[in-house]
């Protein structure tokens, strides 16, 4: 099992930033894959990025250019660095690890970006 915990979502204004961390522990060591999604009140839950194992990442065309994710190893964290951002970037923003058994999930943290 992996459980994972979010921090560092709130209110920001349209241009600003904020930063996303997800800690994770547990069975850590059989993770391949971590990475963020996120919803927004009566839109489905939707991957805005990823980060594999083996060091490579992916990222929804929405935010590509203004959104970056990166991992600490040492700390086994995930870190989604989100700028420029827009009003409809504001959703649930949820923390996700894959391993061979299946998907994990955080208990989501709120970003509102005001116009």
């Known amino acids: 099992q992996v459980q994972l915990v979010e921090s560092g979502g709130g209110l920001v204004q349209a241009g600003g930033s904020l930063r996303l961390s997800c800690a994770a522990s547990g069975s850590i060591f059989s993770i391949n894959a971590m990475g963020w999604y996120r919803q927004a009140p009566g839109k489905q839950r939707e991957l805005v990025a990823i980060?594999?194992?083996?060091?490579?990442?992916n990222y929804a065309d929405s935010v590509k250019g203004r959104f970056t994710i990166s991992r600490d190893n040492a700390k086994n964290t995930v870190y989604l660095q989100m700028n420029s951002l827009k009003p409809e970037d504001t959703a649930v923003y949820y923390c996700?690890?894959?391993?061979?058994?299946?998907?994990?999930w955080g208990q989501g943290t709120q970003v509102t970006v005001s116009s």
């Open positions: 996700a690890a894959r391993d061979v058994v299946g998907d994990y």
């Open positions: 980060s594999t194992l083996g060091g490579s990442t």
